[in-house]
């Protein structure tokens, strides 16, 4: 089958765009497109999603129709593709009327390989598409349509209609950043929930991941920039004036720093990046707003000065370092101090209950015992379970001990409880908890209430933490944040897989926040 595929795309793969192999996972999503099913492909941004949609329009007969949500992007890919003979088009509101025309009439006539449509134009096209022969439905930055995505669009709702409209065109969904919540919510949106899943692997090995308490932040970066004299990198922070002052305390130290923020004029800003890439200046102290299209593959650490909101941002930031391939260092620094602060700014969104999930996710990868890659990763829904040896806690593991038995009776529990219930109920059903709440949902009488009575609700819920870090039990943020198993605990729970649970240092838990008793 997939030779098959391979044998008719690499010739188009050659002539069109003058490559020779396909990249991971390219061929498998042609693959499921051009035998009309439904598809998920999950890659990183330079992974090669384009060609995804692109090579199977020039395969197919009639037009695919491609939804991306940036008038710039569209307008760069249009263009390169007709630079190699391909017949394309893009549409969007801001185009004087008669190239419109001119490109409806196209449409029309089936002139088109691919047209690109923003999705707040997508309704004028309805009648239009049931004339013509549409060979498949791209939706570019699918996270988009998903209220637990990190860049909601309204607009991206409309397409929830398609299928139902277009039954016998296959979707194909495309994205750089979903958490496994996210992609679940993304198939659901679009009623394409036969869709196959393509999960390009996330993993950077060569990025060193590390986490360090937060107190004498500024003593520590310097200390950090002292050992990597001239090398290139990002401190990312919470706030403008924090940029400035941070920037402005390393130039006291001696190095050369600059601040970048949504705050400066565009002027400032662009002469900010040119600095940075062309290496005039190594180290930008920056909000969020800094790092979106820069393309520059030696910056060799990302600083964190403070706690992300979400895995997704700090995945994305991190990712900036290292392009070349080279060793680089992600070093965050976590306070509780920032949980709060975070907070604080989460009460005032729209979506605030999922927000508060993320962020709780990102405080848990922050306190993580266990490898921190294989944290990440799975929170992607990428299954890693070896330990990478290029993680602080790999390099400094804590004692650990054999928490198998500990491990099956927590996902026993969670098994029982139908993967219906958040973490304060499994720990409180395992502790035997007597609460209306138990009782009124019956579980004094599931097998494993009270099965774990001697640890106490904190440290019972610290294990509980350990084992989401570990990718063996997951939450899914859609459904009150319920906890599920993965199939590493069905492994544990009927493989007889071992797992090792780090011993709790008691002093560090007493600055939590408060548990239940
Ligand atoms: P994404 O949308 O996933 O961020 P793009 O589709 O823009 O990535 O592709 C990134 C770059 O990789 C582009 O320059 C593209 O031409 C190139 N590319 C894609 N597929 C291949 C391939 N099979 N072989 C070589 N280069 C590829
Ligand atoms: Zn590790």
């Known amino acids: 089958m997939t030779s098959t595929i391979q044998q008719e795309l690499l010739p188009l793969l050659k002539t069109h765009f003058g490559y020779d192999s396909f990249r991971p996972n390219q061929l498998e999503v042609m693959g499921d497109i051009l035998s009309k099913k439904n598809v998920m492909a999950i890659m990183p941004t330079g992974g090669g999603k384009s060609l995804c949609f692109q090579l199977p329009a020039l395969a197919n007969e009639g037009t695919a129709v491609v939804v991306s949500p940036l008038i710039a992007l569209m307008k760069d890919q249009v263009d390169a593709l007709r630079a190699n003979g391909v017949a394309a088009a893009y549409y969007n509101s801001s185009q004087p009327y008669e190239v419109q025309q001119e490109i409806l009439r196209s449409l029309r ?37 998903s209220s637990w995505g990190h860049d909601f669009r309204p607009a991206y709702t409309q397409l929830g209609t398609l299928k139902e409209r277009f039954p016998n065109v296959p979707i194909m969904a495309l994205t750089a950043t979903a958490d496994k919540t996210t992609q679940d919510d993304i198939v659901d949106q679009l009623s394409i929930p036969d869709a196959d899943r393509h999960l390009a692997s996330f993993d950077r090995p060569n990025l060193f991941l590390e986490v360090r308490p937060a107190q004498n932040r500024i003593k520590k970066i310097v200390d950090f920039l002292a050992q990597r004299p001239g090398e290139s990198g990002i401190i990312y922070c919470l706030s403008r004036k924090n940029t400035e002052k941070i920037a402005e305390r390393l130039c006291d130290s001696g190095f050369q720093a600059k601040a970048y923020h949504a705050g400066m004029t565009s002027e400032e800003r662009s002469s900010v990046q040119e600095d940075f890439i062309t290496d005039r200046i190594p180290i930008i102290v920056a909000t969020i707003a800094f790092g979106m299209g820069i393309d520059k593959s030696n910056v060799r650490f990302v600083i964190h000065y403070n706690l992300p909101k979400n895995v997704e941002g700090y995945y994305q930031e991190i990712g900036r370092s290292g392009r070349d391939g080279l060793p680089a260092h992600a070093l965050l620094f976590y306070s509780y101090g920032d949980v709060t602060l975070l907070r604080r700014f989460i009460a005032d969104s729209d979506n605030a209950e999922v927000e508060y999930a993320k962020l709780e996710r990102m405080q848990q990868f922050a306190e993580a015992l266990s490898c921190r890659r294989i944290a990440l990763l799975n929170y992607f829904g990428e299954p890693i379970y070896e330990n990478c040896g290029n993680c602080d806690i790999c390099k400094r593991p804590p004692k650990y001990f054999d928490g198998t038995l500990l491990t099956q009776k927590i996902c026993s529990a969670v098994a029982r409880l139908k993967e219906n219930e958040a973490m304060g109920m499994v720990v409180d059903v395992l502790r035997g908890a007597q609460n209306a709440q138990v009782f009124d949902n019956g579980y004094q009488n599931v097998k494993t209430y009270g099965a774990v009575k001697e640890v106490s609700w904190l440290d019972l819920q610290q294990y509980v933490i350990q084992l989401l870090n570990q990718g063996i039990l997951e939450i899914n943020f859609r459904e009150g944040s319920r906890i599920a198993l993965t199939s590493s605990a069905k492994q544990v729970l009927f493989e007889g897989k071992q797992v090792r649970l780090a011993v709790l240092e008691k002093e560090k838990l007493k600055t939590k926040k408060e548990g239940k008793t």
Do not use: R, T
């Open 109 to 145: 006539q089936g002139e088109l390989k691919l047209f690109y449509v923003a999705p707040e134009s997508l309704y004028q096209f309805d009648s239009v598409f049931k004339d013509i022969h549409i060979s498949l439905f791209a939706i570019d930055e699918a996270h988009c349509i």
